[in-house]
């Protein structure tokens, strides 16, 4: 079983940073590729980006890019999720998810098979 632990949320004006941590257990974390999604009030689950297993490749949901920055530290078991001028629209729960085995990168949700608790984020005006 793995267990996966967000931190790092708050409360952050509109054009401001913020960097999420996800801290997962378990022997095997660099054979996973590592993904990070949000979910807002009302909305559905929308992803916002990936990392490779290796850290060598990663992949962006189009509202993010150029923004967000994802990265992982293999020997501490943890994932990041870097967050640039932050946006109102960027407010949600984030969620950090570990994918099913022989996932590369994937963007959708039933590719992912543990998640975290998520943290809030929230971007005011």
């Known amino acids: 079983q793995v267990q996966l632990a967000e931190s790092g949320g708050g409360l952050v004006q509109a054009g401001g940073s913020l960097r999420l941590s996800c801290a997962a257990s378990g022997r095997t974390f660099s054979s996973y590729t590592m993904g990070w999604f949000r979910q807002a009030p009302g909305k559905e689950r929308e992803f916002v980006g990936c990392?490779?297993?290796?850290?060598?490749?990663?992949s962006y949901g189009d509202t993010v890019k150029g923004r967000f920055t994802i990265s992982r530290d293999n020997a501490k078991n943890m994932v990041y999720l870097q967050m640039n001028s932050l946006k109102v629209e960027d407010t949600a729960v984030y969620y950090c998810?570990?994918?099913?085995?022989?996932?590369?990168?994937?963007?959708?949700?039933?590719?992912?098979?543990?998640w975290g608790q998520g943290t809030q984020v929230t971007v005011s005006s």
């Open positions: 998810a570990q994918a099913r085995i022989g996932t590369s990168y994937s963007g959708v949700a039933g590719d992912y098979r543990y």
């Open positions: 990392i490779n297993s290796s850290g060598g490749s990663r």
